[in-house]
């Protein structure tokens, strides 16, 4: 059973020790991490978190990546500096100014999911309720809620019909859900970002990954063997993988000073 984290801002003194060996940061947010309230649509009126990591950005030994399940074009509204990686749809892409990645028939499997989820639909006709069929672009899934189950029914039907080597379909708790055959998740995300991004003098940097949901606990995992995973929250927390934590965003305000005035 993971043991509780512990404050991140007890680990500032090894921090300090890293960054004096010239070991680079790498910093990984969720985007969900931020105070959506406070969000604009015009990037020179961002909130406080968003521009200290803009600034944090233009630092030689810190590396900025962004992670969302919203996508690119939402992403560069809020964060057009170049040196800032941007990995929308969950992290099935990351981009950046030296390098781009798309994982591989993503394309292809957001076009089978698409074509699937209008059969369904042309199938059902008007008597489609929108909370029986879900269907997520970003997190790649189509979902078929339980009791549907003329929806079900077609669901599967087609399925079979289209005869996709790159998704599969599972139920649970009465729950259809079609999804890609080899999944996604936000620690491989974090992994492919860890992979992808440079090297000073060939040594990998500190990762420290920011998240605060259910989705984030792979990403938390994988974190734990290359860096800091640290949750953000505002009450006792639930069972997480992360090590370290934050409070809240005054917290993470906080943090991010201090990297960006050491």
Request: one cysteine or more.
């Amino acid at each position: 059973m993971p043991s509780l984290p512990i404050s991140l801002f007890e680990k500032i003194p090894e921090l300090n020790q890293t960054l004096g060996a010239r070991r680079n940061l790498c910093l990984i947010f969720n985007f969900e991490c931020f105070d959506t309230s406070h969000r604009t649509q015009n990037s020179q009126n961002l909130n406080s978190i968003q521009r200290y990591i803009h600034w944090i950005a233009d630092l030689p030994d810190v590396t900025m990546a962004i992670l969302s399940n919203g996508t690119l074009e939402e992403l560069k509204v809020f964060f057009d500096n170049r040196r800032i990686i941007l990995a929308p749809n969950n992290g099935a892409e990351i981009h950046s100014s030296s390098f781009n990645w798309v994982q591989p028939d993503l394309n292809l499997i957001r076009s089978e999911l698409t074509e699937l989820f209008t059969a369904v639909r042309e199938s059902v006709g008007s008597d489609l309720r929108p909370e029986h069929l879900s269907f997520s672009q970003g997190e790649l899934w189509l979902k078929v809620s339980a009791g549907a189950k003329m929806v079900r029914e077609i669901l599967i039907k087609q399925y079979n019909v289209l005869k996709s080597t790159r998704l599969r379909l599972s139920i649970v708790n009465q729950q259809v859900i079609v999804s890609p055959d080899n999944p996604w998740n936000r620690g491989r995300a974090i992994q492919k970002i860890f992979d992808l991004i440079p090297r000073a003098a060939q040594q990998a940097p500190t990762i420290i990954y920011f998240g605060l949901e259910d989705e984030d606990e792979p990403a938390f995992q994988i974190v734990n063997n290359l860096g800091l995973s640290v949750i953000i929250y505002n009450r006792l927390p639930r069972t997480t993988n992360a090590r370290y934590f934050l409070r809240n965003s005054a917290e993470l305000r906080k943090f991010l000073f201090w990297v960006h005035s050491r």
